[in-house]
């Protein structure tokens, strides 16, 4: 009994025009248009012999029962950026819930295990800055005390906004009660980059989520006149960041997914007349492995200090935000190969880069791992956002037969 | 009969206690206490037996009347940025002072040749970016249309902000009449740079003021999710015009006196999670040699494509603003170092970074040569700037035996 993959299509142009207008998807969490993508979704639900609840962290939970009480979780959300696109998110809800009902009439409502969809509240943090909220109550990684009083651009506290969604900020911990008997989770997902595309590849096995080390970075120099002081007297805070700016590429180079970047650079006084006394950095490295991660950042401090004494200038570091890398279940990626393999004949392997709620769920030692499907031109978080439809076809037909390879795989272990 | 140093050294002193705050100097242009210190100067020729005027444009002109009318003029600005220095400017002026009293005790009031003392009026251009307003109007290099609507920070036209002081915007080239038989100019300025200092020496013959290239580059890549995209799918804009950033200092080390400065760079869209998709650069090379500059700024153009196309970028450059190179008198300087090595035992040539209204004299055609004595750390346009006594006094005295060497020099020719 093959998987509707068209129907789940036709469910994403619904919900997109639904929850669209001219610049894009607007499901913000906690908005009303986020509400309205949930309750259509809960529609839907009505078709299948399921139950539904939301949990004290605003996930919303689907459960269709099977002989052993052990969970099989599929699952992603259907909260978007502002303007974001039709498929981040939404379209491993909506996979799953094909997948889902694909199980249901399989086996006649009573599948051999059971099988969850899960619906994550404000994957996106767009209004708040809080991302993965969902997820991490779930995983017990919550970090209540410096979220609750989170303000949006309008001054709101996100202590308040949840609450207009009856979650109280206090209580979110408890979303930990679903983890019981949850024994695997699959996420499909766009790859939101522009890996595959590049190599021709529709699919891919994810690997895990890279660790992220995330550090402000200031020179000091000598701000000077730029027509008296001669190019030898110079303590130029902007040479000594280009050159951490170039090497930061050298550095990542030397592994085979890792990335560094230098997204923004700021010069002080800042004027054409004078040499730029401070210059402040913001360096992003990313890597799945947390050996090579630590090994990049390390590089990239001496390298910060010897450009910094070549320029006469100092330099100083301050973290951002880091988090660790999580791999995710080795045996889940083979099944996750294989049931890529069936569908288009090869497989790829390849960490993500974007944090995902999957990392969250593995972070919490439920087995885990995620199917990308090709980002055309690698853009997301716009409403240019788009995947091929044969793609998306072939997307929820591999991750449908990832489902039954896992099902079948929780019941063996 | 010598020049009085330590008089102009006391009457610098009581013109700093004048018209300077905690926060240094305050004699913007057009300013009340601007128009305090000119009064203060203005008290101090009834000493002398001198004519005074304002010109057209607001410059204050002190004539001692020699037997030909033939004149030599001295002068500077007593003008200052706000929170200025107690030397730029200034110095220039009571220099000047102190050797015109000088001749005119020299030759009891009638001078062999015409001395004229001028104070340039809003050389700074500090409040409407106008710099070297009222030599320009002397040289005939006035741009009444593009300055007129000049507004300050207040909103304040500069047409009615120079009316407030009786100057008719429209009017200011008549101040052209006062070219009329003037025979050389002579300016003595700190040099606010370190060259001198890092040299050991206290004085300097100029050879002239550099020209000066100053263009806006923008390096337009694409911009990328920071963990999504490899680095070898990268269009990177910062990196180009890090490139750059590095290569302009090869440019510059090339010829000896050139200098080219990155005084500013903005990332777009400047996120730690976005590779660079825009960056903005200001560059503004400067040189005494024309070509020199013209090569610098060709050199500039070449590498920035290289650059753009070796990052997938492309590169657009508009002119900020651009003046000519302008070499003072060869003769002058000749006399310049005569009259440095007669008081210090030697001397030394060179160019000057910073513009001065001496440029605009010498555009005008008129032979002229400027004096620079050390400054302490290089520093200017701050209530820290500083030249010791002892430089002042052997500037002063080095200043009026050029004055003689020029007097003589014009005699002759």
Known sequence: MPVDAQAAID????????????????????????????AWFQSRLRELPVEHHLDAAGNSWTTLAGASPKALILGSHLDSVPNGGWLDGCLGVIA?????????????????????????????????????FGSSAFAGTQSIEQDRSRTDAGGTRLEDAVATCDVSIDAIGDAGVERKNAAAYLELHIEQGSVLEKMGLPLAAVLGTKGVERHAITFHGQEAHSGST??????DALAAAAKLA??????????????????SLKTFPGIVTAVVGRCEAA????????????????????????FAAEEGCTVEWSRIWNIAPEPFHPQLIELCEGAIRETIGRSHRMPSGPLHDAAEVSRAG????????????GISHNKIEDTSEEHL??????FDKLASKTMAWIQAS
């Not at 142009?13 to 669209?20: F, G, I, Q």
């Not at 001669?230 to 303590?235: D, E, K, L, S, V």
């Not at 439920?366 to 031109?377: A, G, H, R």
């Open 11 to 38: 469910m994403l142009k619904e919900l997109r025009a639904l929850t669209s207008d001219e610049n894009g998807a607007q499901r913000l969490a906690w908005s009303p248009v986020w509400l309205k993508a949930r």
């Open 96 to 132: 799953a819930y094909a997948v889902l009902r694909r199980i249901a009439d399989e086996y006649e409502s009573k599948p051999p295990i059971t099988v969850r969809l899960v619906d994550w509240a404000d994957e996106e943090g767009a209004r708040f800055g809080r991302s993965l």
């Open 230 to 235: 001669p190019m030898t007297a110079r303590r």
């Open 246 to 263: 170039l090497e930061i590429r050298t550095i990542a180079k030397r592994h085979p997914d890792a990335v560094c970047t230098m997204g």
């Open 283 to 306: 360096l992003d490295q990313r890597d799945l492995d947390a050996g090579v991660l630590a090994e990049m950042y390390d590089e990239a401090q001496q390298k910060s200090i010897q």
């Open 366 to 377: 439920i087995p885990t791992v995620m199917m990308f499907v090709q980002s055309l031109k």
């Open 393 to 398: 076809k072939l997307a929820i037909e591999a």
